[in-house]
Nanobody, 125 residues
Framework: VQLQASGGGLVQAGGSLTLSCVAS????????MGWYRQAPENQRELVAA???????NYADSVKGRFIISRDNAKNTVYLRMNNMKPEDTAVYSC????????????????????WGKGTQVTVSS
């Protein structure tokens, strides 16, 4: 399965962006999907994850501002980012499988863990 993220770009502080992650296969079968980000000289961190039943988990830094959603019929996961801040600047990547499942406290043993190439998000002050 391949994951393709898109929707990044340059936005002013306070603005909004929506990222999309399209999978070449069934995200329902993959299970938990998530968005991660990595800023220069920082470690990759969880932004948000969503289960097949639409339960969600967010990083404290984005709670109340970002919304993760999924459309299983379209094999697509979205990340709506509102009230963006300069510290949201990073490369955003989508994941499907065990990494995101672990972020939600779910253990999976099917060996699936897929990553897409990232999309750059830059927030100017």
């Amino acid at each position: 399965v391949q994951l393709q993220a898109s929707g990044g770009g340059l936005v002013q502080a306070g603005g909004s962006l929506t990222l999309s992650c399209v999978a070449s296969g069934s995200i329902f079968n993959i299970g938990v999907m998530g968005w991660y980000r990595q800023a220069p000289e920082n470690q990759r961190e969880l932004v948000a994850a969503i289960s097949t039943g639409h339960m969600t988990n967010y990083a404290d830094s984005v709670k109340g501002r970002f919304i993760i959603s999924r459309d299983n019929a379209k094999n697509t996961v979205y990340l709506r980012m509102n009230n963006m801040k300069p510290e949201d600047t990073a490369v955003y990547s989508c994941n499907g499988g065990s990494t995101s499942a672990q972020a939600m406290g779910i253990t999976v043993h099917n060996g699936m863990d897929y990553w897409g190439k990232g999309t750059q998000v830059t927030v100017s002050s």
